[in-house]
């Protein structure tokens, strides 16, 4: 496709489940960005990956939460025993290269119950 | 203090008005930087890039100040359809962008 792809659109999850959250960057982007934004807020870092390579996983909120970019293509966040202080829309965004302008995805809706 | 940092507004202004939004980073290492535009409920989708001799696309005009840290977007003319919410982002040497809060904008008929 020609943008940013993720998915599931929207996820409700029980406490305490884990849930996985995809993301598709734009082929051939180098850099991939994962956000997460709560209503009326901006989006909040949570790590970056420059090909495979993790290079800062500082906004990570806790232990629970873990991302992958294996082949330096596709993403995964992983988010362990949700809370509900999870809930919020996470943002994936993606690159062409370092300091380049970054392109979202329409954002996964997780909402934990 | 938080990395970025935006006046929240929000901003109620006339149809054909001008409007500025600043928005300041801490880090002075910071190597470049953005203007992004959010509708309720969408993803937030770029703007204008913000070039050290400043840039104008139109009606957005946008500028950069290393010197005091910080980056302006100017809107002239306003149309209805430029309500939204107006993030600033910011790039760390090693490409880890940063957003501030967001700057919600209303124009008024």
């Known amino acids: 496709g020609a943008g940013v792809s993720q998915s599931p659109r929207y996820k409700v999850a029980k406490r305490g489940q884990d849930v996985a959250l995809r993301c598709d960057p734009i082929s051939g982007h180098v850099s991939l960005f994962w956000y997460q934004q709560a209503l009326g807020q901006g989006p909040e870092f949570l790590t970056y990956f420059q090909n495979e390579a993790q290079l800062d996983k500082s906004g990570l909120p806790s232990d629970r939460f873990f991302a992958e970019r294996p082949e330096g293509s596709v993403s995964t966040l992983k988010i362990q025993r949700t809370q509900q202080e999870d809930s919020a829309v996470y943002l994936c965004a993606s690159s062409f290269s370092v300091n380049t302008e970054a392109f979202f995805g329409q954002g996964t809706r997780l909402t934990v119950v | ?109």
């Not at chain 2, 500025?20 to 535009?37: G, L, P, V």
């Not at chain 2, 703007?47 to 002239?76: C, H, K, P, W």
């Open chain 2, 1 to 109: 203090r938080k990395e970025v940092e935006q006046d929240p507004g929000p901003f109620n202004v006339p149809e054909g008005a001008t409007v500025a939004f600043n928005c300041t980073y801490s880090n002075s290492a910071s190597q470049s930087f953005f203007w992004y535009r959010q509708d309720c409920r969408k993803e937030p989708k770029l703007l204008m890039s913000v070039y050290s001799s400043g840039n104008e696309d139109g009606r957005f005009t946008a500028q950069l100040n290393r010197a005091s840290q910080y980056i302006s977007l100017l809107i002239r003319d306003s149309k209805l359809s430029d309500s939204a919410t107006y993030l600033c982002a910011v790039n760390k040497q090693v490409n880890d962008m940063r957003f501030g809060a967001g700057t919600r904008l209303t124009v008024k008929p």
